[in-house]
């Protein structure tokens, strides 16, 4: 998939130039948003396979981490300018170009999923990914708006839009748990979806199972 999610977003020419947000744009915008969601989507499935919810992806890359920063200064991105049409997400004239700009993203996607399955992390409060989420998809209309009530500051148009996402989901997350009644739904220890805890969880199951052998072996030896 992510060698699919290069080619595709980095080595079709969708147009010779794009400058305005058209038809081209939206299509290459798209498919290269689908693809790296279809990305993400493998790599958290691949931490929840089986009854136990066990990782399934061993390391590669990450044995020989040293070979990762070759890698890593092949694909970062340079530190001219250049717009390359749209400000937004560039579209570099020449494919090579862009092949190694989605490679940057594609190799950061990689580094943080294999940081992150070793590194216990807390999780995120619900309210906080909806409000990301919210952030992510709506956006370019909380900035119009703050625009066009005359916010010029770029601190002051991100705090805002930040702040009212959050009051905005705030504010639908408790209507939501009053209508059941001031009982949530959605459970709170959430790490047991991680391949650390799975592997706790699966060590805790075989030591009570090889307790339980034991004392039934005593008590048929008695």
Not at 17 to 46: E, P, S
Not at 156 to 169: C, D, E, T
Request: glycine share 10%.
């Amino acid at each position: 998939m992510a060698v699919v999610a290069l080619f595709q977003f980095g080595a079709v020419r969708f147009a010779d130039k794009i400058d305005t947000i058209g038809g081209a744009y939206l299509v290459f915008m798209g498919t290269g948003f689908n693809r790296f969601f279809d990305l993400g989507f493998l790599m958290t499935h691949a931490r929840m396979e089986g009854p136990l919810r066990k990782d399934s992806v061993q390391p590669l890359l990450s044995e020989v981490w040293p070979v990762s920063l070759l890698l890593v200064t092949v694909v970062a991105p340079s530190t001219n300018w250049d717009l390359a049409g749209m400000l937004t997400y560039p579209f570099f004239h020449e494919a090579g170009d862009r092949l190694l700009y989605v490679g940057g993203a594609v190799t950061l996607v990689f580094v943080l999923d294999r940081v992150s399955r070793g590194v216990h992390c807390t999780p995120l409060p619900g309210v906080l990914g909806q409000t990301s989420l919210a952030l992510y998809l709506f956006h370019p209309l909380l900035i119009t708006g703050l625009l066009q009530l005359g916010m010029r500051s770029v601190m002051h148009v991100w705090i805002s839009a930040a702040i009212f996402a959050l009051a905005v989901v705030s504010g639908v997350e408790f209507l939501r748990w009053s209508s059941q009644g001031g009982v949530s739904k959605v459970p709170r220890d959430f790490d047991n979806l991680s391949p650390l805890a799975s592997e706790a969880n699966c060590r805790s199951s075989i030591s009570e199972s090889d307790d339980d052998s034991a004392t039934d072996g005593d008590a048929t030896g008695a």
